[in-house]
């Protein structure tokens, strides 16, 4: 079965290494200021010319509260008006963006993130997907997968009702964990009662999708009380899942400077809440996609890999890795065809460029040939834990062993470890080696020995 996987304690402790996501490959550790408005401008050029669908991810990043654990760019206030301001330089940003595309070029994916993009009044809401509507094709008969991010304590069944009215038809719920210790000590109180209502109004409202996102290795967590919260969210019958893990980068992160390090479970803990989850969702029917993903065998994202369709990019695991993807925001990075490209993080800075007329591109990546095949390769692991090499060679024109012949002693090793299968045709990797597929990806990151990987979580 495709969803297989075997817990290999010993596996794990020696491959448990810090390294990169892969939402992207190149990562954005390797963006630099090089890449500005100009390599935007002919990438979108490009985009019109080819007439590719189109993904858009909004920014919001405006938060009432802090979490102690978050690692999101995110501007804590409680002062709504500083929204205002901020919504007319995005607004420019739309359309600055927007009549460099083909108002043909259809928008199969919208998402907002944040922050909390709940923080926005109703009217604003409103008023930015009216703007969005304006300047993008955005498709008005609920096929397109349009979903937001939700705080459920900054919404209720008028929220809901309104988000569903504007088009949205998946929710992702940050719920993190309920228990009362462990939202304490990270700063984040929300009742059982205020998530499950959100999801009552999802359901009612039929919303396509629910995913909920849980964190593990949170300060006071421990195996047992987080089993019980798992339990819980089970009962709540979300259609996919997100559980990472907490990392804990204090000199990066300043909110996490708030956390009692001494409060932190121990590595062997944190092994066993991973393992106590997986046993527990599989249990009640969830497949692991993969990268601490799973999701009911039902949904887009099991049936795609199933049929070996599904993708991976900045939204994460996606059905829609074919649409050039369009950030719209203080630090949102667009993917559009071989350019990756990244707003400026801090908000003043984007905020006063958009004022200058001028988009806030600060930094990225124009692709190269190497790039692309290592991407493509990566791809295809961290996707469907398997690569044919015919496939490769054929769409790069090389010779698989020989391109990647420095790399077979790791891999061989991999594959002595029960990591991996290896032959002269391809690489498969084995049910106790899924969970840790970013370290099969890391042998072909070729940026990774020269990589600070204090700026990476670890894979477990």
């Not at 997968?145 to 929710?171: C, H, K």
């Not at 049910?431 to 700026?455: I, K, T, W």
Request: negative net charge; hydrophobic residues 40%; charged residues 25%.
């Amino acid at each position: 079965m495709l969803d297989a996987i075997r817990w290999d304690t010993d596996l794990i402790r020696r491959y448990d290494l810090a390294g990169p996501r892969y939402t992207s490959y190149p990562t954005a550790v390797q963006f630099d200021s090089q890449v500005g408005t100009f390599d935007l401008f002919h990438a979108l050029r490009d985009s019109r010319k080819a007439l590719r669908p189109l993904s858009l991810y909004v920014h919001v990043p405006f938060c009432a509260n802090i979490c102690y654990y978050c690692a999101c760019n995110k501007v804590i206030t409680k002062d709504r008006g500083r929204a205002l301001p901020y919504l007319q330089r995005l607004e420019q940003e739309i359309q600055l963006i927007a009549c460099h595309l083909d108002p043909t070029q259809k928008v199969e994916q919208l998402h907002f993130g944040g922050g909390t993009p709940t923080f926005l009044s109703h009217d604003e809401l409103r008023q930015l997907m009216t703007c969005l509507r304006k300047h993008f094709n955005l498709l008005d008969d609920d096929t397109g997968d349009y979903g937001i991010e939700i705080d459920p304590r900054e919404a209720d069944w008028s929220t809901m009702g309104l988000l569903r009215e504007l088009g949205f038809n998946r929710v992702s719920i940050g719920l993190q964990d309920l228990d009362p210790v462990v939202q304490r000590a990270v700063n984040r109180l929300q009742s059982l009662e205020e998530t499950r209502a959100v999801i009552d109004a999802a359901r009612t409202l039929q919303y396509r999708s629910i995913n909920i996102d849980l964190i593990y290795g949170l300060p006071k967590q421990t195996p047992e009380n987080f089993a019980r919260t798992v339990d819980e969210v089970i009962n709540l019958q979300p259609d996919r899942l997100s559980v990472f893990n907490y990392a804990h980068l204090p000199e990066r992160f300043m909110p996490q400077r708030r956390i009692n390090a001494n409060d932190l479970p121990a590595p062997a803990q944190k092994l066993e809440m991973f393992q106590r989850t997986i046993e527990q969702l599989t249990a009640a029917g969830y497949r692991y996609i993969g990268m601490d993903h799973f999701a009911l065998p039902d949904d887009e994202l099991a049936i795609a890999q199933e049929e070996s369709t599904l993708q991976r990019n900045f939204q994460g695991y996606t059905t829609h890795g074919h649409c050039d993807l369009i950030g719209l925001g203080v630090s949102a990075i667009s993917q559009i065809g071989d350019l990756y490209c990244q707003n400026s993080s801090d908000l003043n800075q984007y905020q006063n460029t958009l004022a200058s007329a001028q988009l806030a591109t600060n930094r990225g990546l124009l692709c190269n040939a190497d790039d692309r095949l290592r991407r493509a390769v990566i791809q295809q692991l961290i996707c469907h834990f398997s690569l044919e090499f015919a496939d490769i060679e054929q769409a790069f024109n090389i010779d698989f062993r020989g391109y990647f012949g420095e790399l077979w002693p790791q891999l061989q090793d991999m594959a002595k470890d029960g990591l991996i299968e290896l032959d002269n045709e391809r690489i498969t990797v084995l049910p106790a080696g899924r969970l840790l597929v970013r370290s099969v990806c890391m042998v072909f990151d070729a940026y990774l020995e020269h990589s600070n990987r204090q700026r990476f979580s670890r894979v477990i």
